[in-house]
């Protein structure tokens, strides 16, 4: 049956003639004959090959609860009112067992008290559950004592070389290149400085905005003398110097200028230099200079700073979101609360539940779910090595301390971990929990993506034995652009909990040719059902794209979409039918409704299962 399946037609979208999403009256075209297709079933397109309606394939629809006219008051949050209306457009019962659960009683939080080795060097987070310290990128080992390098190099080891445990650099011990112009590039090679931690290249020579590290044997945690100015790969210099030799860079098509690096005009020497090379998770001017939040998953819990990635929890908290406080210590806000000193990490911010000393409320809903804080070394050191803000994670720190959405392809990676994190559903008892997420060795919560890229080849290290490149083959569709979609022997999104019958056309490729056809035998009255059973579901699963509206940013982002639209629509002029599918909303339909929630109460029906 899936074999065959490999086209799903959203309806009004740009494969429909205007006339059609308008609901107006057209003629309808046949098939061309000897064209052979067939549909899957239930097949809902309206008028068949003769012209004739068909008793066989159209309006074969069965009961569901989103036939029903929506019910805009209930007399309950969980009454048979309220649950029709949220649960429309779904298959089978987990919606509204999701909402009539007994819900169970909320326990005091489990604090640990166990101690890890060497305090953890005064470098990583000491888990006080297990006993083991999390260390940032540039340390290892049981206590994080271990200098764990990264450095900026020429070439990767050769399988000859299988005796080499260190990764292959090509650095000085001050951090510049061993010569620039020896052969070999990979994308770490610095003409410059190189951060050996994270092989990160920042300004070099003499410049005015070069990189000055810390002094040898400084405390953990010592910040350098200067930040510096980090330069791109992009921005790294052809030649050796304005008149000099060619460099790596120019020996494999490089060609940015001496001068419009490390000239009295370039960009390491002059503030608003012409050539600019900002690609680190800095404000501007982009040294260093202007302190600015950087991007970690719930940042901190507000009880830790972020360093690129990697959260140093305050005294006594820990958890991969500091979110936890040993025991026997004092429970203080955090810093994101009010009048406790960063309020725009609200933003981004959220105490789970579980975290809270007293909780909220005496009851919980179901599933529970013990999120595992995963080895720095699958999650939090991937955004440490990442480099390049706008990538790995679908949010981003900017200038003044504002945090916005990114346009990463594959940023529902780590919001689903950061919304896991901050969720009501979050456990931190495993005797209690429903579903584990993150055990070590499940790839769930791991980074995996942003390890494809762009860390795998930046430098000589990690390696996981991972192939070196990989087709994006579900990355190239652009959300609501193709109202066709070729989806050989796969579901669509959600496609067994939705009921997609009811909003959409499957269609097998053999009938690709008739697909204009196809759609043009729709009925207007069966394409404003199907819009009208869209517009009660699209709020769980939009298609193209998942509604993610859990996290505190993305709800604070379309609550402002729909301010700004209501005043769109306010000064048009236009009235709407009440009635009408595509009625302006005055908010989102349900905030706990949305992707998100749909995998919670789709996880719940399935807690029978586990036991």
């Known amino acids: 049956m899936l074999q065959t399946l490999s086209v799903i037609l ?4 740009s494969a429909l003639s205007s006339a059609s999403c308008r609901g107006e009256s057209q003629e309808h075209l046949t098939i061309p004959p000897g064209l052979k297709y067939e549909l899957g079933e239930p097949v809902l397109v309206g008028q068949a090959a003769t012209g004739q309606q068909s008793d066989t394939t159209a309006e074969r629809v069965r009961p569901r609860l989103a036939d029903q006219e929506p019910i805009e008051a209930d007399g309950g949050v969980n009454s048979d009112a309220a649950v029709r209306r949220r649960c429309a457009g779904v298959r089978g019962t987990w919606c509204g067992e999701f909402f009539r ?3 169970v009683a909320t326990k005091p939080v489990p604090r640990g008290s166990t101690e890890c080795p060497g305090a953890c060097s005064g ?3 000491c888990n006080h559950d297990t006993g083991r310290c999390a260390c940032p990128a540039g340390r290892g080992g049981p206590d994080c004592g271990q200098e764990v390098k990264r450095p900026c190099t020429h070439r990767y080891r050769r399988p000859d070389e299988h005796n080499l445990s260190l990764p292959m650099g090509h650095i000085n011990p001050d951090g510049s290149d061993i010569d620039v112009r020896k052969p070999g590039w990979v994308a770490s090679r610095c003409f410059g400085h190189c951060w050996d931690d ?4 920042f300004c070099g020579e003499d410049s005015k905005f070069r990189r000055i ?4 044997g400084s405390p953990p945690w010592t910040p350098p003398l200067q930040w510096g100015r980090p330069l791109a790969d992009g921005c790294q210099p052809s030649k050796v110097d304005r008149d000099g030799q060619l460099t790596f860079v120019a020996r494999v098509g490089g060609t940015t200028k001496y001068e419009n690096i490390y000239g009295p005009e370039g960009w390491c020497n002059k503030v608003e230099a012409e050539t600019r090379c900002c690609h680190l998770e800095m404000a501007w001017p982009c040294d260093g200079s202007t302190p600015m939040e950087t991007t970690c998953a719930n940042q901190c819990g507000g009880h830790g700073d972020c360093f690129f990635g990697f959260c140093r929890c305050h005294p006594d908290w820990y958890g991969q979101d500091c979110s936890r406080k040993k025991a026997g210590s004092d429970m203080e806000p955090g810093m994101h609360e009010q009048g406790q000193g960063r309020p725009w990490l609200a933003a981004a911010t959220v105490t789970p539940p579980a975290a809270l000393p007293v909780p909220a409320l005496p009851t919980r809903p179901r599933p529970l779910i013990y999120v595992y804080d995963v080895p720095p070394d699958f999650t939090f050191r991937m955004l440490q090595y990442r480099l390049i803000p706008h990538v790995c994670t679908w949010r981003r720190w900017f200038d003044y301390n504002v945090t916005d959405t990114v346009p990463w392809t594959y940023g529902v990676e780590t919001l689903l971990h950061e919304v896991m994190l901050q969720s009501e559903h979050r456990t931190f008892d495993p005797e209690e929990a429903d ?4 055990k070590r060795g499940r790839a769930v919560p791991m980074y995996i993506t942003c390890y494809f890229w762009p860390i795998m080849g930046w430098a000589d290290s990690p390696w996981w034995h991972a192939p070196f490149a990989g087709e994006r083959a579900c990355g190239r569709a652009r959300a609501g652009r193709e109202g066709v979609r070729v989806m050989d022997g796969v579901h669509a999104v959600f496609e067994s909990i939705l009921d997609w019958d009811a909003f959409s056309l499957r269609i097998r490729e053999s009938a690709l040719e008739a697909v204009p056809q196809i759609l043009e035998a729709v009925t207007p009255e069966r394409l404003a059902r199907m819009q009208r059973q ?3 579901v699209w709020h769980r699963c939009v298609p193209e794209w998942f509604a993610y509206t859990s996290h505190p940013l993305l709800r604070a982002r379309i609550d ?10 306010a000064g048009s002029g236009i009235q709407v039918p009440p009635e009408h599918p595509f009625r302006p909303l005055p908010r989102f339909p349900s905030w706990n409704d949305d992707a998100f929630g749909t995998i919670m109460q789709w996880l719940y029906h399935r807690i029978a299962d586990t036991r």
């Open 560 to 569: 402002e979409r729909y301010r700004i639209q209501g005043g769109r629509l």
């Open 101 to 103: 659960q007994a819900q």
């Open 213 to 216: 590290p810390a002094p040898p």
């Open 198 to 201: 994270v092989a990160a290249c």
């Open 10 to 13: 959203l309806l009004c979208t």
């Open 123 to 125: 470098w990583g987070n």
């Open 435 to 438: 579903f584990f997420y993150g």
């Open 534 to 536: 869209l517009a009660r």
